[in-house]
Structure formats: structure tokens, C-alpha cells
């Protein structure tokens, strides 16, 4: 009787996907069944309550638990107008969420509505953003056709399904094609499903944002593939090359541009909103059409965001032609690129990044939408000085953070981002649930909610946690180029699709091949007339710029006096080692905490909240009692500069960004580079006793070695020219320099770079040694070697 009980109790236990279960064992299959449940019947609570209380209603109001249309009295209400355009948008958009939970019931009811209630040639009288239209709607409709025409899926509808999803695809792109026909090919941001640009404001149609533009590329070459209609691909891949086309120098796109003139409208660019689409389908199209050109424009521009605008946890907003750091926020949007680094396989990288969202989630309770990086002075009070840095404070509950949380568990198979995603799902019960759905944040400091669950929360947010937990989902058994669209719509093509696509495609409109010559001429005759239409030749040989200007701030070092994580210490005393690769391995993964301690300010209701990677729930299961504390990587003091080499540039044969492109770090033993021309360098100031970017104190008994090893005497080279400051040899706190970003790979303490090439020029701050090292501003860069000499 006690055994059976006590069996019962365990099952009970490791049953529950919230509280004690998961004190007692690990992640194991039922756990992982329960979290998944959990997530599917919080999507059903929303999705069910829709239907109920809002279909067919684009929205549901969390919280007046009723429809939410466009606002009809106000058009410039874009807000929330440009993704409501009368076509029940929460339920096209929930479409691939039932389709991925297997659910063929709700799945075919879905379809049902849509072919009952959905005005079947979208002539609808709403003026509507193209680009949201599109991966909400049109990716939607495509994505569960898709599913229901799959023998291989759940789902497949066989032949009770008649197309009806493809064919409401075809004509909602039919509406939404004509925003292409501007004089530049780059379409117009919004347009009206019935009348076109008729009776559309001018002032809505004068700026459209990079990703807007090029995105759509994706779908409607899928739409392509499916009806053998070309024009859908060849119209919006012009598109998309040409916001390429317009990349500066250093093949940094900006983020907008007039769709009238295509004159960029801003100098700077990032990696998050109005531009995180276009990275996405520029590597996500090459996977899905095998597309080498996209797979090209993929590589240059990952290479010049991790050249310029990588930082050790987050990319950087730059400046377009000097790669300047400006801008010092970071977006909500933007957490979804780890994710897509997965994809890349650039996973390391993509881990490191994805902990600087795990710090927001931690200090706000949500990714507010844009965070502030530089500490603030000035503010009158604690309060405003707290909520300085975030200057968009809201949380609508975006997906990207559970997005990359997802990508990052199926690379790693970590428990840790299982960890992190099950006390997501415990906030969306615990926080975000009302009675009828979800609401997110109007303001994270404040901790007000706003009325509104927009589409993706149902077919992204809760559709990443699902498939989280859902290891044996089909689609992770699924060989093909699946990939998920930005809207996380899945979706794929057969290898008798391309077949059937390469013999019968056609492109026979003549509004748009008339169109489409029309453009390519106007192109032409731009080049030919040799109009510099956006940037300027800058050629100057080397750009300097110091770095990390808070290095040095004591608040960010408070409380760091050993090698040991202080804040693991005052969590728990008895934990010691986790076994969880991300925990064990990632000796910085306090260092947020420390370094950026004045930003990242908790609102005083989240004070005693624990953070997900302390929470003891998860330390006692994967914490062992044999092994030392883990060591706390401590946080660099040296200052640390970039330098670019831009001499000779454009006689360059080697395009700037094709250098090491593919290569992903950390790089640990050495590296060969063909030339220094266009490659960019965090050089590190080595001085004695400072800590460098390892966290290692730097030796003064090594630096003094490496100045006699490159003295003038030493090397029989009494010329200060070429090597050394004078006045800096006698200075027992001169530098050496040590390359420790290279085109935005890291290097390993040791590592050496190798240049095959000789010097392309000799400006005087740069020259080489006779130990054969690169010398800048007269000092030696220790591990950066010419070949030539050896
Ligand atoms: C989604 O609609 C899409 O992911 C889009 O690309 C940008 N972000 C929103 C959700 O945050």
C-alpha cells in the first residue's frame, strides 16, 4: 500500500510542468509532455476565447474580452490599422500553430471560416502595411496549405481539401503587387486591398522601412513555386536586390528609404526593427529556394555586421559608412538574430547573445522595446534615472526572445534553455493571462498592461514555447529545407515543386513585365549617367576609435574582488556545479550584471525576483556537490580601439567583407588573412595590471619581456620611426597591443593572426617591425605577424 502510494505521489510530482515536479528530477519526458500541454492549452485559452468572443474580428482585447477592429473614425491610427485589415487576422495567422499541435480538428474548422466568412477576392476597403499583410496573412494562408496538402503531416487534409487556402494567397498577392509599381521597383509601405493607392493618404506612402521592402521577396517567391506564376518572385526579388544594391561601402544597408527616389532616409543601421527581416530572408530564402545569390548577399552582410557592428553581447547600431558605433540601444526586435546565427552555425556566438536577453527578461520581467546601453548622469531621481533607460517601455509580448531561446535548445540540447523557456511559459500564466487571452506591457517600469494581444503572440510567442518542449514535433524530424518564416510559419519545398516550377513558370502580365523594364531602364541609365545616389567616396587610410568607454567605471566593477561569481555565492551557498553546458562553460556569465550594473535597473515590484538562471529549482537539479565554485569571469579594464584598413580599397580584388567569411570563433590557436585591406581590428591595450578581455591580469614581468624582445637594440633597429616612441619606452606603463577581434571573430588569448601579404602602404602610424609584427601608432601588435617574415 505505502510503495503504491509513494508511486503515485512521484508521478504526480514529476507530472506538474510548474513548482515541486521539478525539484526532484530533471527535464525528462514527462516533464517535457507536460510543459508542452501547459503551452498548448495557454494557446487554446486565446485562441478559443478569439473565436468566441471576437471572430472575425482581426484582434481580441486581452482585457474588455471582446473584438478589436481598425480604427474607422481615425486613418492615421497606423498603429493599429496597419495589421487589421479586416481579414481575421488572429485567425489566419493561427493557422500553423494548430497545424505544428496536430490538431486537425480545430485545423479544418479553421479552413472552414475562412472559406465561409473571408471575402474571397480580398476586396476589402482597408488601407494596410504590405509587409505586415504579407507574413501574417499571405504566409499564413500559404504555410497551412502547405500542411494540409503534406501526406507526410498530422494534418494533411487529402482530398477533403480543395486549395482553397493557395487560391486566397493567390488573390491577396493580386492585391498587394501594385505597391511594387513605383518609378525605383521598391514598393510602396501601405495600399488599400480595394482601390489600391487610391484614396491613400500621400503622407502614409512617403518612407518604408529595408525589411518592409526587401521581406516580402520570400513569401511571394513561394507563392511563385506553388501557381508557377512568376511574377510574384521576379517583381519582389528586384525589390529586394536593389535595398541590397544601395549598401554602403562597407555593405552596411540602411535601415529607410523613400520608395519615390530610393535616397536612403538615415545614416545608421542595425540588426532589429526595420531591418531584421532582411537578414533573415536573405539566409532563410537561400535555404529554402537553394538560391546562391541569396546565400551570397547572406554572407556579406553577416560579415559586415559581426565586422562592425558586433560587440561582446550585442550588435551595435553603426554608422553606415565608418561602422562608428552610435545610437546606444539595443531593440526588442533584435533578439531574434541568435536565433538565425543558430541557422548560420554560428552557435557560440549566438549563445552569448541570447544572455544579454536573458538579463532584460530578468531585470524587466519582459524585453522592453528598446534598452539604453551608456549609464545616464543626469536625471533628477532614482526613478526617472531608472526608467531613462528604456525609452520605449512596453512588452507587447514579442516572440523573439522565445524564438531564439527555441533555436538555441535545438543546437545545444542545454537544458538551460529549457530552463528558460519554462519560466517564460510560467510568466505568461502566472503575469500575462486574463480571463479571455494575453496582454502584454505598456510599460515595464511600471508594470501597466496594455489592452491588446497582437496576432503573433498566438503564432509565434506560444508557438516557439510549444515546439520548445515538443522534441519529437515532425518538423524535427524533418530533413527538408523547412525553415520557419519571420511570422513562424514553416515553410518548405519539394524536390518535385522546383521540378514542376523549372518547366512551367511563366511570366505573362504585362502591367508588371512592362513595369519591371521600365525600372531595369531607369537603372541603367542612373549608372551609366554616373549619379552617386547615396554615398560618398570616403577613402581615408585608417580610422581610429577608442572603445568601451565604461571600462574603467568602478560602479561597473562593485563588488568583484576575486575570481569568484558573487552572485552565485549569495544565491546559494551549497550550489557548486552545474551541469548544464551553457552554466559550466560560460565563465562570463555574470558579466552583464557587473558591466552594465547602472543600466540594467529592476522596477522596484521585480526586486526580490529571482533570476531564471539562479532560480533554485533548476540549481538543485543540474548542481552537483563535488566540484569547485565556478570562477566568474572577471571584466576587462584595458582600453581596447578599433582600427580599419581602408587604403587601396576599391582596387581591392578582394571585396572588403569576403575575408574569413564562414569562419566563426573563437579562433584558438592562429588565422591566416590575405591582406589587411578592409579588415577591421579591436586592438587591445595590454598595460600591467589591468585585466584584459580573458579577465587574466596582465603580466608586467611579460609586457617588459615583449618591449626588450622588440627594442630597437634587440632587434639591431635603432630607428624610433619605424618602432618605438622614445618618449613611451621609458613610461613603465606603455602599452603593447594584441589583436582580439578579428572582422568580429574573437581570438583566443593566444592566437595569432597571420597577414600574407606585405604592408599595401606605409602611412606613418602603421608600419611592421623586424620581428616581422604590425606596429601601430609606433607600438608592436603582439600577435599580429607577417607571413613574409618568417
Ligand atoms: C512579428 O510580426 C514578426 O516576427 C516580424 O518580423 C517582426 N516582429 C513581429 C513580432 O515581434
Redesign the pocket.
Known sequence: MRIIWSLTLTLWISHQCFGSGFQKSSFNRHELHHCRQEAQSLFYHAYDNYLRLAYPDDELYPIRCRGRTRNVENDADLDRNDVMGNYSATLVDSLTTLAIMGDKDRFKKAIDLIRTDLEPEFKINATVQVF?TT??ILGGLLSAHLYATDPAKRVFLGREYDGILLHRAHRLADRLLPAYLTKTGLPLPRINLATEYRNVPPGFLQENNA?AMASPMLEFTLLSYLTHDDKYRQVTKYAFDKIWSLRSEIDLVPMSFSPHTEMANNFYTGIGASI??FYEYALKGAILFQDDELWNVWELSYNALRKHSRGDWFFSNVELMSGHEILPWIDS?SA?FPGLQVLAGDVPDAQKKHLMFLKLWNTYGGIPERWEFDPREFENNEQELNASYVPLPWYPL???FVETTYFLYRATRDAFYLQVARSILQDLKNYFMTDCGFAGLQDVMTGQFQDRMET?VLS?TLKYLYLTFDVDNELHKDGSNVIFS??AHPLWLKAADFKRYKSSSFFEDTRYRDHLLRVQQRDASLKSSNINRFFHDISNLLLYRARYPDRNSTLNRKGISTGTCPIMRSANDSFQFLHSDVIRHCERLFEIDYRYASNLRKPSKLIDRVPIELESSFYHIWGSQTSPLPKCQLPPTTDSFDVIFRVGWSNSKTPPNSQLSGVYGPIKDSITIESLIGVRLQVEALIPGAIDLHGEVVDADYLAYLWELNSPAALGFPNPGQDFKNSASNDPRRPIYRVSILNGIQLAHNATVWINSTLDTSPSALGMNHNGMLMLDKVPVVNALFKSMF
Open positions: 505586415e507574413i501574417r525589411a531584421d527581416s526586435l531574434f514579442r516572440p523573439e503573433f509565434e519571420t511570422e
